[in-house]
């Protein structure tokens, strides 16, 4: 007897098994009619043995079998919560981690874990996280996301000088409470006043002018 096709077999997960069977051939009967006994599973993980039989017609049999084994050869696939590029603003901005989602062609939904990597919106620059997982079979997976902190910009306000007493509101971002609010004011008479801080201000600000 003769197996067609590999054996033992190796099926991926979900593929659909095709018997290749065999071929049986008796020195005196010639070609002989083979029976196949044994099914598989496609979409369980495991062993599956197919078995084969041939009688001539003086009742000699022959058997023989094929191993199939159905593995999982699929990596999970994860899918960022969120965008995959996110661009904030150093100190106004705060990084909020969304997370990930991930599925498995055998597993199901697999947890993502904390990725790996630190945003510190009080630093510009451009950091980068790594989310991993690992399905049961050991096929690991990752996907990374970009998070771009982006330089605060001063502003600068020049006021004019007129004779009358003037006042300059600022106005403040509530979530700069935590680091203060760093502003420069060139009141347009060669005064300037640099990196003023005003901290934790709630609303706004006054500056009174005085003139001459
Ligand atoms: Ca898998």
Not at 61 to 69: F, P
């Amino acid at each position: 007897m003769t197996l067609k096709g590999a054996n033992p077999l190796t099926l991926a997960h979900g593929e659909t098994y095709i018997d290749s069977g065999a071929t049986a051939l008796d020195a005196v009967d010639g070609v002989v009619s083979v029976l196949t006994d044994g099914s598989v599973n496609e979409n369980a993980l495991g062993d599956y043995i197919i078995s084969y039989s041939a009688k001539d017609k003086a009742g000699n049999e022959a058997t023989s079998t094929r191993e199939v084994t159905v593995v999982d050869l699929t990596a999970p696939v994860i899918t960022l919560n969120g965008e995959s590029t996110i661009n904030l603003t150093q100190w106004a901005d705060e990084y909020i981690e969304l997370g990930a989602i991930a599925t498995d062609n055998v597993d199901g939904d697999i947890t993502v874990n904390a990725p790996s990597g630190l945003v510190d919106t009080t630093v510009p620059g451009s950091y980068l996280l790594t989310y991993t997982v690992t399905d049961v079979a050991g096929h690991e997976t990752t996907a990374q996301r970009t998070v771009n902190v982006a330089e605060q910009k001063p502003f600068i306000i020049t006021w004019l000088i007129t004779p009358e007493q003037k006042t300059i509101q600022l106005p403040l971002n509530p979530a700069f409470t935590a680091e203060g609010y760093n502003y420069r004011v060139d009141w347009g008479d060669d005064s300037v006043d640099s990196n003023q801080t005003t901290a934790a201000p709630i609303g706004d600000t006054q500056r009174l002018y005085l003139s001459n």
